[in-house]
Structure formats: C-alpha cells, structure tokens
C-alpha cells in the first residue's frame, strides 16, 4: 500500500481537518509542506499546481490519485477506512452532523480565508482593523449558530453529536483554534468550548495539533 501525502500548512483549518481524520483513523501519513506565506506563497507554484489547480490545500495524494478539498478528502478516507467511522449510521443524525460541518465549511470559513483576507487588504485596500472586524463578524455569527444547534441536545455529550468523535468535532475544533487567534471571545459559547478542552485531551487532537516547521 502506498504511503498516503498530505500537502499541508501548519495553520491551515482545512488541513488540520484532514490531519485529525487521519489520527482518528491511526493512519500512516506523510506530511509535505506547502507554506501560504513563505516567498509569496508556495501554493502558487507550478510544481504544486500540477497537484491543485486551485492552489489551495490540503491535498491528498494516495499512489496516483490525488484528492482535494478537505471534506472530499475526509469523505474518501471514511469509505476507504471505515472504522471508526466519521459519520452516524443513523440518516438524520447523519443529515444534522454534515449540516454542523458545513455550516463552518460553506457558511463561515470561506469569509475568513487567507485568499479573502489577502483581497480584502491588498485590492481593496481595507485596514487591518478592517479586516479583523470583517473576520470577527463572520466568525461571530458561525459560531452563534452553531452553539445554539448544539444547546438543542438536551443532553451534554463528550463531543458534538455523541460520546465518538464525528466530522462536526473535526470541523469544529480548527474553526475554534482560529477564533483563539483572532482574539475572538469564546466566553459566549461554552458548549462549543467544553466540547473543544475534551477533544484536546484526546490523542488524535493533540497529534494533529498545529505545530510550526522547525525548519
């Protein structure tokens, strides 16, 4: 079996979803950085868009094929290795937890990404207190929603939807990880934050857990 290679940056929410999927699954990985920043972008490329186009990340590469986006890459993962499995057996389950993921994948991260931000500043010249109010509203509002669906749940659960780890918990705890550095407060939102000190706690959190290239 070919060794899997994750195109990864360090600080990537997108990545860092695909990294805590693959130590859920106690998958052997490669990681090959692709720095956002370093040289105006190593993303940019030619080497690296012959893998993305889009010259984003995470890529996955799995022998010959090559996956992208991070639910997509996750998605395969999930049918490639199906225990433990990301998603609920049950349909409606199933339905609320990709809806939770999505919310933060669709509705929230895309308004805050690097790409959005770097326009914001640099083609429509917006300030850097500009910026960090556009990125703290829309992050305010995901996080809102997702709070409120979560409080629905009469009963607290170790992670989002249940007591086993799903793609809601590996959605979430990125999204909060970027809140934490944009200085977003978190006070307003302790199920999600309860939720975020226990998946910390677990081995495949920490294993994922944003580390910066020593090199």
Known sequence: MS??????????????????????????????????????????????????????????QDGKKIITQSLAIIDYLNDLYPSPSLLPTDSYLKAKVNAFALTIVADTHPLNNLRVLNYLTQELNISDEMKTKWYQHWMIKGLTALEK????????????????????????????????????????????VRIDEYCQLQSAFIKAWPKEPTT
């Open 3 to 60: 060794t899997l290679k994750l195109y990864d940056y360090f600080r990537s929410s997108a990545c860092f979803r695909v990294r805590i999927a693959l130590e859920l699954k106690n998958l052997n990985y490669e990681l090959i950085p692709i720095h956002l920043v370093h040289q105006g972008g190593e993303q940019f490329s030619d080497a690296y868009q012959s893998i993305n186009p889009q010259s984003l990340v995470p890529s996955l």
């Open 149 to 192: 669906q979560l409080n629905t749940i009469q009963a607290p659960q170790h992670f989002c939807f249940g007591d086993q780890a799903s793609l809601a918990d590996i959605c979430l705890i990125p999204q909060l990880y970027n809140a934490r550095r944009f200085n977003i407060d978190l006070s307003h939102y302790p199920t999600l």
